[in-house]
């Protein structure tokens, strides 16, 4: 359909959760010496201007990263990501500037890693490109991610950092995005998979618990943040991460990050959960 642009939701509170989660991932991963692979299967655009007519129409990051950048309280499990942002905006006195995946793993590889980005949408993959042009050690592709990934573990180096995160926009998608980290995870069992899901009907949630519950897959981390409660109404209630083979404190890091997110994000409605789904 390729109608998706993530331009209109970028820094909402969904961005906020995945994009703080991925960079503990990196920070985690910078620690050896010896390089990695970053995988990004829905890449986007790499950047957002939240100036234009995009992030301006839905004004969804008022309410996300807006919130936030500004706080001085914020849990020390969160100060890396809202330090990334502030270092990218350092030259406006607004915020200006919002990260997509890859602008956040942009700021964390080294010479001795690689990032290998997809994108299908033909504007956002120009962007991308644009973006990506003097990032060295970083390849861009116009082609299916997930087959993308599979075609790229396991990496030569036995390190790598895969990041699952398509449109949804449509319903195969929930399961198809599961099915690649299981193919994948039995090619590389090592690698850390960041798998971001929408709560918009929580039984399309429940078939991916179920499909993971099943398969092969070890060591996995569910987390989820809900601004309000379930409906059958159309729209976006929640969001959530599926990590296989995590850090070993993200799991108390997230213990920090979302208390914080639901006071400063959330009304009585919101909820969260941090939950280990399969065991090592």
Request: aromatic share 12%; net charge negative; glycine share 6%.
């Amino acid at each position: 359909m390729l109608s998706y642009r993530h331009a209109f939701h970028a820094g909402n509170f969904a961005d906020v959760l995945k994009h703080s989660v991925l960079t503990l991932v990196l920070e985690y991963m910078t620690r050896k010496e010896k390089g990695f692979y970053y995988i990004d299967s829905h890449s986007g655009a790499g950047m957002y201007q939240l100036a234009d007519e995009y992030a301006q129409k839905t004004g969804e990051y008022k309410d996300g990263i807006a919130k936030l950048i500004g706080n001085n309280d914020l849990p020390e499990a969160l100060q890396p990501f809202i330090d990334l942002v502030k270092d990218l905006n350092r030259e406006s006195d607004e915020l200006a500037l919002y990260p997509g995946s890859p602008g956040i793993a942009r700021q964390f590889t080294r010479r001795q890693d690689s990032a290998h980005l997809f994108e299908l949408h033909p504007t956002d993959i120009e962007h991308l490109k644009e973006y990506s042009q003097r990032w060295n050690k970083s390849h861009v592709k116009q082609s299916d991610g997930y087959q993308g990934v599979l075609g790229l573990v396991p990496p030569p180096n036995r390190r790598g950092v895969v990041l699952i995160d398509p449109p949804y926009e449509l319903k195969e998608d929930y399961l198809k995005a599961v099915r690649t980290i299981v193919n994948a995870y039995k090619k590389f069992a090592t690698g850390t998979y960041i798998l971001w899901y929408p709560v918009v009907k929580r039984e399309l949630v429940e078939q991916m618990q179920d499909a993971f519950t099943k398969s092969e897959v070890r060591n996995l981390l569910q987390v989820e943040y809900c601004q309000q409660a379930d409906t059958d109404e159309y729209g976006m209630t929640g969001t959530g991460l599926f990590i296989v083979n995590p850090p070993w404190q993200l799991s108390s890091q997230l213990d920090e990050i979302l208390p914080y997110l639901k006071a400063n994000l959330g009304n009585s409605e919101s909820q969260y959960s941090v939950k280990q789904l399969i065991a090592e």
